[in-house]
């Protein structure tokens, strides 16, 4: 009998180019499909390709391919598909040690234990503000990861506002702040981090800064 199956926007072998993984040889594994509709997406083929059909059998075969990789489950929004959960565990039980790159806007609360989650939370000008499901904050471990991608001072305020509110620094493994492209210069978001005094740590996609010229990372 076949295994679940998931809609895949691509597979490929590159470099972790975010969080406190960034550098290490990473299998990627971008499912298809998104609920929200970020101004700064830079994934939005996740969502216009159409994507194939493939078994978790096929997907744990290709990851096997690259025995001593991470493998990071991102989209698009993984956690649409059910079947993305068997996936999971079955690379956990695996032994493998496993990346879930969601938006913050579903529960988080059915992952595998193991995983480490980055979970985004939408700041207010990214289009998608307030999309971030409240419960989750209950469900974070030391493990996890938050991303805040931060395009104004305005952002950056608010991000801090609510990591201070929810403790994020004690219940997470790390704070990340990702600047938009175009809109806030690494530099400068970096000064805003220092001035701050608090642990956050800016969040540079090494994937670009190594390969500018890719239009994106398959
Ligand atoms: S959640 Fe991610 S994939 Fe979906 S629209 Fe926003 S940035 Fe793009």
Redesign the pocket.
């Known amino acids: 009998m076949n295994t679940p199956a998931i809609k895949v926007c691509e597979t490929f072998f590159s470099l972790q180019g975010e969080g406190t993984l960034a550098g290490l040889p990473c299998f990627f594994i971008r499912l298809s499909g998104?609920?929200?509709?970020?101004l700064?997406?830079?994934?939005?083929y996740?969502?216009d390709e159409p994507g194939r059909i493939m078994t978790v059998d096929a997907l744990i075969a290709a990851a096997d391919e690259f025995p001593a990789a991470l493998v990071a489950i991102t989209?698009?929004?993984p956690l649409l598909q059910p079947a993305s959960d068997e996936l999971m565990r079955r690379l956990i039980a695996a032994g493998r040690r496993v990346i879930l790159e969601t938006?913050g806007?579903l529960s988080i609360a059915g992952v595998p234990e193991g995983v480490i989650r980055v979970v985004?939370i939408?700041c207010p000008q990214?289009g998608?503000g307030g999309s971030f499901s409240a419960a989750n904050y209950g469900e974070l471990r030391p493990t996890d990861e938050i991303k805040f991608?931060i395009s104004s001072r305005e952002d950056f305020d608010w991000a801090v506002k609510t990591s201070v509110s929810h403790n994020l620094f004690t219940a997470v493994n790390a704070v990340l702040m990702s600047p938009v492209s175009n809109l806030i210069t690494a530099a400068d978001l970096g000064e805003l981090i220092l001035a701050s005094g608090l642990p956050l740590r800016l969040n540079l996609q090494i994937h670009r800064l190594i390969w500018p010229h890719k239009s994106r990372r398959a």
């Open positions: 998104c609920n929200l509709d970020c700064w997406c830079d994934t939005t996740a969502t989209g698009g929004e938006n806007s985004d939408k990214s998608a991608v």
